[in-house]
């Protein structure tokens, strides 16, 4: 199984009008015109045994404007929703999450609070985190929610134990891999990371599992994962300084979960 990881599909120049601002979250994000680009290339280039699944995470307002997309394609996509965000500037609404979800597309969970060292928080966290957000979501759309995302990309065990624990029978993690991995009734994936300048081209060849792009892709999430053992709680730290933002964005790791619906 092959998983691609988008975030936001906005215009450029305008990143911070959809999910999370600053210039750390805007290279994960494309242009329509390249969104396009890639779709074009998985209908091409892809065999329909082979057609990668396509996830979006945060939860940002552009996810609508990227299922016009797909829909075009005859595809469909997973939305992860960061719960606390909901109906604030740039994210979706429930109004909107009901949309996506008549449409076709699955709604999932992006957790509370979007903490970007999940696998560092406590047992009881994590489960506040997983809980709390199956819970609106499942409160928003009217039967309960079964599919999820790691923020952050920090996974640790105890992660999909909370999130099987939580019910979710499906968790995406960030990890460049293709082999699917099962803790109980919860089935485990890897993505592959989409940003702001992948080619169509590359986006192809990830879907099919070509060696060269997802090698690539493994030897960099290993490295960053060492920075991030070796640097512990200065990567957070770090992190700020080098995407300071005029807008403060209040991750996970440094705020309590809850949530604040707005319909």
Known sequence: MTALMYHDVVPHGLEDSSGFPGRDSARYKVTPAQFEAHLEAISLHVSQRLLPTIT???GGVSALAAADALERYARRGHCFVTVNYIGTRGF????GIRALERRG???GSHSCSHPLRMGHLSPARLV???VTSRAALSE?????VQSASLPGGDFAAAVATAAADAGFTQLFTSEPMRRVRQVGALTIAGRFTIHCRTSPATVAA???GCWLPC???VLAWNAK??????GGEHYLQARRLLFRNPIEVRWGDNRPASVDLQD
Not at 92 to 95: F, K, R, T, Y
Not at 140 to 144: D, E, K, S, T, Y
Not at 225 to 230: A, E, Q, S
């Open 206 to 208: 990830l879907a099919v």
């Open 128 to 130: 506040d985190e997983w």
């Open 140 to 144: 928003i759309l009217g039967h309960g």
């Open 225 to 230: 994962k060492v920075g991030k053992r070796i």
């Open 92 to 95: 979706l609404d429930p109004a």
């Open 215 to 217: 090698a690539r892709q």
């Open 105 to 107: 597309h699955v709604v």
């Open 56 to 58: 979006f995470d945060d």
